[in-house]
């Protein structure tokens, strides 16, 4: 009987293990890896945008308070409320510097947003609330609804006037239909604030 011999090669062995290790560590960090495409996503998503802008670097503070037809009251207390969203909350000059690249940069804009992220039929309140008057002058304001889908739409414009700390004004009243159609309603005066006010 003839003997047999192997050409068996250590180093070869070692080296095609060390590949399959190296092989099976990157498919699993593929697993761990979001991909590129998905950054930076955001969901736009709104059927009505709900906006209010005072006057440039005033130091006052408006609040922007929205309820639905369920009861549900967004605010800077509750920034998500149903399909109701407090986009951005303003406070006047307080939060208008950021830091860009090492610099300060100043956003002098006043202005509050509420989105409405869906249709609930019904009827939806909007009031301003005067939380801090540090410039001691009326504040004038503006009130802007618009409509999103399928085409951006100005549904309602309104001007009010705030005179003192604690103001509290319902600015409308609407009703949306199952189809998320506008109606402005009369704006007889509704509190959404838990405050004590020292008056309208």
Same mark, same amino acid.
Do not use: C, Q
């Given at each position: ?6 050409? =068996?090669?250590?180093?070869?062995? *070692?080296? =095609? !293990?060390?590949?399959? &290790? %190296?092989?099976?560590?990157? =498919?699993?960090?593929? *697993? ?7 950054? +930076? !996503? ?11 802008? $005072? ?8 609040? *922007? $308070?929205?309820?639905?037809?369920? +009861? ?10 149903? $399909? ?6 303003? /406070? +006047? ?24 992220? &869906?249709?609930?039929? &019904?009827?939806?309140?909007?009031n301003l609330y005067l939380y801090d008057h540090k410039s001691n002058s ?10 999103? !889908?399928?085409s951006l739409r100005l549904v309602f414009v309104g001007d009010v006037i ?11 009243? %609407? /009703? ?5 159609? =506008? ?15 020292? &008056?309208?």
């Amino acid at each position: 009987m003839k003997k047999r011999y192997s050409n =068996f090669d250590p180093f070869t062995d *070692l080296l =095609f !293990n060390i590949l399959l &290790g %190296f092989t099976f560590l990157f =498919f699993i960090t593929m *697993l761990f890896i979001n991909p590129i495409t998905k950054l +930076g !996503n955001v969901n736009m998503k709104a059927e009505y945008i709900i906006t209010v802008d $005072w006057k440039d670097s005033l130091p006052d503070d408006i609040d *922007l $308070w929205v309820k639905d037809p369920n +009861g549900e009251i967004v605010s800077y207390l509750k920034k998500d409320a149903g $399909w109701l969203h407090l986009d951005r909350d303003d /406070r +006047g000059v307080v939060n208008d510097k950021i830091i860009i690249d090492g610099k300060e940069v100043i956003y002098p804009i006043n202005r509050e947003v509420v989105t409405l992220r &869906g249709i609930i039929p &019904g009827e939806y309140v909007v009031n301003l609330y005067l939380y801090d008057h540090k410039s001691n002058s009326p504040v004038e304001a503006k009130i802007i609804i618009e409509k999103v !889908n399928p085409s951006l739409r100005l549904v309602f414009v309104g001007d009010v006037i705030l005179k003192n700390e604690d103001t509290e004004l319902t600015i409308t009243k %609407f /009703r949306l239909d199952s189809e998320g159609n =506008f109606k402005s309603i009369y704006a007889v005066n509704e509190i959404l604030t838990p405050y004590s006010l020292k &008056g309208y």
